[in-house]
């Protein structure tokens, strides 16, 4: 009986390693090693982690970059295990469309606690209360906050050694809190699934087109692959813990 279990292991967790090669006992030491000779003992930077936004103008295609080439492809969905996610938010001053490409004024990295003007305790900023966006040509009649919510989802894909950041703005906030909470009523963690993310169209209060995430479960991992899942991302989590989105364009829905 026990060596029908240490079989049964074996074999699900060559499964998610032929998927998943960073996940697979085999080659973890290799990956373990490519860092160490690819970084020289540098850490991973705040902006070093390939990246996937959801397009603007409503668009249904993500442009994600090849496991492979690293080139962006057109797709209309991907899939991946969310090993870890964060929240975050970030302020401008000024009013959308002014001085783009300009930092911005305040941001937190944990949703919690701002860094800038104004900072502090973000439940107390009247910029993090709905109603307080400024209004724009573009929606003139917001109903959201001046302080952009974002959710930074590490998604680890297939045939991939390190996790792809997709940055989920405002939009899609709720979005992400209703697929985790939909596992959390199954008693399933959101990285013991594979996850497939697809793209909808919708429009803003002020009429304009935007593209609306949707995420999905495709399957759910065995549980020796959701454990390995889990050791991978406690080991990556301290570099996770320093990424941001910073740069994200201001969109308007």
Known sequence: MTKHKETATETALAVIGDRFPVLNPQTAAEFASVIRENLQGEDIGAFDLERIKIPTGGSQFWSVPSVETG????????????VAWKPTKTYWAKAFGADAGSPPDCTSDDGVTGKGTPGGACAACPFNQFGSKEPSPQNPDPKGKACRDQRLLFVLREGAMMPTL??????????????????????????????????????????????????????????????????????????????????AARDAA
């Open 71 to 82: 080139e962006a492809e057109a797709v209309k969905t991907f899939d991946g295990v969310i």
């Open 166 to 247: 997709v940055s989920m703005p405002p939009s899609a906030v709720g979005v992400v809190k209703k697929y985790f909470l939909s596992l959390a009523s199954r008693g399933v963690p959101y990285s013991a699934v594979v996850t497939r993310f697809a793209l909808t169209s919708d429009k803003s209060s002020g009429g304009i087109d935007y593209a609306l995430a949707h995420l999905s479960m495709v399957e759910r991992l065995e549980p020796a692959n959701a454990e390995a899942v889990r050791a991978y991302a406690a080991a990556i989590a301290p570099s996770l813990a320093r990424v941001r989105d910073d740069d």
